[in-house]
């Protein structure tokens, strides 16, 4: 039996025990081909098939309506915060940005980068980014809205979308992709990169909706043009394989387990019992405002700060693996993901009470 760690990192992430139990049993010989699914063609019908059934999987677990593609490219998340506003600017209009932290930062920092006109619209920056802003003025006049779903730093989230109106709704979902139920009618865009809730790193989904298609230019590079991807089916070049065969059974997987809404049961009962814990006591200090808590990266920090260099260590000794706070705020970070148990959390619970009890 191979050695299993508890893993609370945030991304590259823990993956279902099911689903690498699956990619080791057909890692040298896909579906009776002979080969694993890393050496075959792209351009192979058995490929082709995996493509197609990956994007219904998709559709299917979101009930997605029928106008939305969806795509697999390359670049990660962060390709993306070049690819919006390549393809989704229009003359005359504004992309505007809601800030939660620092993947917002980093896609209008690209923006700007490229000259496209953009405007904040609302941030959480004066709070420490500990909440997702309440009032979002959006303007009917905008190119597209943009937010994040989930700041994987701060460990906030949006408990309810904003309304877009006309507007396109754009989201980066990349730490908390399909770990709950929305109305997909109402993005006109997401996108997340894999290696946090959807597979391993080195494949972006992306959801487009079709009218939004008309708005890419031939003048856009060719791996990031929306129009081509959906064109071509994700295989205008070479797709990362055997990412996009890893998102199928994860995809898969999350069917399996009561669908999204058996999924999204499971993330609320994880993420309760560790918001509890760290509400009962002052030992801890949680860092988002209870409206804004994220199902997917629980932080806080130690009342004795000093502490927390200690927690981590300690944690690690007895299997609980990367709970260290991201290196620009800090802290303490559980990271729940879709695939993380609920027997895990109970181990960080159990953990945290021995912690306290024998240094609080
Ligand atoms: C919310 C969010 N957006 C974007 C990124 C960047 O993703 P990538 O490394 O795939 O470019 C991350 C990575 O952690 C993230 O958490």
């Not at 490929?47 to 219904?56: H, I, K, Q």
């Not at 800030?99 to 980068?113: H, L, Q």
């Not at 990271?335 to 912690?355: H, Q, R, W």
């Amino acid at each position: 039996m191979a050695k299993r760690v508890i893993n609370f990192n945030a991304g590259p992430a823990t993956l279902p025990l099911e689903v690498l139990q699956t990619i080791q049993n057909e890692l040298l010989d896909y579906h009776d081909e002979g080969m694993s699914i890393m050496e075959m063609s792209h351009r192979s019908k058995t490929f082709d098939d995996l493509v197609s059934a990956t994007e219904d999987v998709i559709r299917k677990i979101m009930d997605l309506p029928s106008d939305y593609h969806v795509l697999f490219m390359q670049g990660g998340a962060t390709g993306q915060f070049a690819a919006v506003p390549l393809n989704l600017s229009v003359e005359g209009k504004v992309g505007e940005y809601v800030n939660t932290g620092a993947w917002s930062v980093k896609a209008i920092k690209e923006t700007a980068k490229l000259n496209k006109p953009y405007r904040v619209i609302a941030s959480s920056e004066e709070n420490g980014f500990k909440s997702i802003p309440a009032d979002i003025p959006v303007s009917s006049e905008a190119a597209y809205l943009h937010i994040t779903s989930n700041n994987t730093i701060y460990g906030t989230q949006w408990a309810r979308y904003p309304e877009s109106g006309e507007t396109p709704l754009i989201a980066d979902m990349s730490s908390d992709f399909y770990c709950r139920r929305f109305d997909g009618s109402k993005f006109g865009l997401i996108y997340a990169g894999a290696q946090k809730n959807a597979g391993p790193s080195g494949v972006t989904i992306v959801i487009i909706r079709d009218d939004l298609l008309s708005r890419c230019s031939d003048t856009i590079p060719t791996v990031l043009n929306y129009k081509i991807l959906a064109e071509k089916h994700s295989m205008y070049n070479t797709p990362n394989t055997f990412g996009i065969y890893v998102v199928n059974l994860v995809m898969n997987w999350i069917l399996k387990n009561g669908g999204i809404d058996g999924i999204e049961k499971m993330n609320r009962e994880k993420a309760a019992l560790l918001y509890e814990t760290l509400d009962a006591s002052d030992f801890y200090r949680p860092h988002a405002d209870k409206d804004s808590r994220s199902l997917m990266n629980v932080t806080w920090r130690l009342a004795d700060a000093g502490l927390e260099k200690t927690f981590v260590e300690e944690a690690l000794a007895v299997g609980l693996v990367g709970v260290k706070g991201h290196r620009s705020v800090g802290g303490i970070r559980a990271s729940i993901y879709n695939a993380m148990t609920f027997d895990g959390v109970k181990a960080l619970v159990e953990f945290m009470k021995n912690f306290e009890e024998k240094h609080g």
